[in-house]
Nanobody, 124 residues
Framework: QVQLVESGGGLVQAGGSLRLSCAFSGGTFSRYSIGWFRQAPGKEREFVAAISWHGTNTYYADSVKGRFTISRDNNKNTVDLQMNSLKPEDTAVYYC?????????????????WGQGTQVTVSS
């Protein structure tokens, strides 16, 4: 059974940085595409970034492009999300998600496995 555990959330001032990590277990990590999504209070869950199962392709929401970077380490079974120049509107619970060979990266329904989420709060 695939399990995902996020870490690295916290409180940061606007303009600051955080690095989220998603630890994967229970499957062959190199076969899974990984996505990051976020959900702010009162809003729908939205796509943030994704990385293909082979690691060659990365995808970003327009709202985070140029500020966030997704990367994966197939030796450590982790996917990191480096978040720079954070804004108050980045405040949300961040979730990582995984699915076998997923290719529709920005669609939450493409992912069958989800972590429990980690809170990111950006103060102004």
């Amino acid at each position: 059974q695939v399990q995902l555990v996020e870490s690295g959330g916290g409180l940061v001032q606007a303009g600051g940085s955080l690095r989220l990590s998603c630890a994967f277990s229970g499957g062959t990590f190199s076969r899974y595409s990984i996505g990051w999504f976020r959900q702010a209070p009162g809003k729908e869950r939205e796509f943030v970034a994704a990385i293909s199962w082979h690691g060659t392709n990365t995808y970003y929401a327009d709202s985070v492009k140029g500020r966030f970077t997704i990367s994966r380490d197939n030796n450590k079974n982790t996917v990191d999300l480096q978040m720079n120049s954070l804004k108050p509107e980045d405040t949300a619970v961040y979730y990582c998600a995984a699915d076998l060979y997923a290719t529709t990266y920005a669609v939450s329904g493409s992912y069958g496995y989800w972590g429990q989420g980690t809170q990111v709060t950006v103060s102004s």
